[in-house]
């Protein structure tokens, strides 16, 4: 077979914004003509439709999703004594969060087919000091929420998402996002939903809670008054641009998850049967597919033939975090399902415009590469 030797990249957001290019640039220069670039009209509008968008009554634009989760604890008033269960597979942000208000994370283990958190792995690391649980919903798709629902209702502890990968993924008909006593998202360019620089939102139907979240990160400033500060808080604020070009992008983001799906499913089709092991999906949810995780025997094997062809890659994440040096001395034992997908774990190229094409080509070399460090035959 003859093919193109062109690349294909890991993701491919020029190629979006493409798509809506001339009403990105509008929402720019609207904004950019008001000069009012911290709140106002374009934080509102977009933390309304935002929030009508997840199934919540209220969204708060923050900084990013990091300070969405420290915002979340903070409002929740959890800090030093209090226990957060939180997954050792996630991205780093999610226990410095915890670590930063003072609280102690107490790691879990994951799944293997989902690699995410289950309700017995909640359960089993509930003690009497746990003041919440952090559900990460990694790679865009949700855990099963009803049973983890249950037990954090039984324990009376606080249930919190970690949105940041699953703008829009369901479990049922209900959106991430709106489980929780509140969640965090983050719209890092690279996301489903992604602005223009950094910047994240908290959802909650708590209105007490967003308004101590609202004063925090606006220097701790009572709310109505422009001189008075009730605590000592900080600056987390969502910019008037960004929040112009996240109204926009929003109205794509249904569109551009069903593209995710389909390039999802026709990677299912091709690596079925093959040495690559894609993730599980649990029928009753709707993942986004932030990321399309391979996992291979020989991992360099496979990184290498990606590098030979041009193909993008990465790795989420090589290091859990109860391994990382900041949190090793939160590690109470190992996280077996964790640190042996650490090892095998692949990303590759998942963006709503790739074609099947491109899919066909990312699998054929997978596949040759990943059976080749199996047999022993050499790559
Ligand atoms: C991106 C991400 C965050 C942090 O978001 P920032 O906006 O980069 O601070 C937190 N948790 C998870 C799972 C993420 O993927």
Known sequence: MNHSTDGIPFLDLAAQHGEIANQLDEAWA????????????????????????????????????????????????????????????????????????????????VADDVLLVTAAHIEAAITPRTAAAIIVHLYGQMPDMDAIGEVTRKAGIALIEDAAQAHGARWRDRRAGSFGHAAAFSFYPGKNLGAFGDAGAITTNDAALVRRIRSYGDHGRVLGTKHEHGVSGRNSRLDALQAAILSVKLERLDAWNAARRAAAAYYRDLLEGTDCRVLAADPRGTPVYHLEIVRVADREAVTNALDAHGIGWGLHYPIPCHQQDPFTRFAHGPCIVTEQAAREIVSVPMFPTITRREVERVCEILVAAAQGSTSGTGS
């Open 30 to 109: 609207k904004v950019t003509s008001t000069n009012g670039f911290i709140g106002g009209p374009y934080v509102a509008a977009f933390e309304a439709d935002y929030a009508r968008y997840c199934g919540t009554s209220d969204c708060v634009g923050v900084a990013n999703g990091t300070d969405a989760i420290e915002l979340i604890l903070r409002g929740l008033g959890i800090g030093p004594g209090d226990e957060v269960i939180v997954p050792a597979n996630t991205f780093v942000a999610t226990i410095e969060a915890v670590v930063e208000v003072g609280a102690t994370p107490v790691f879990v283990d």
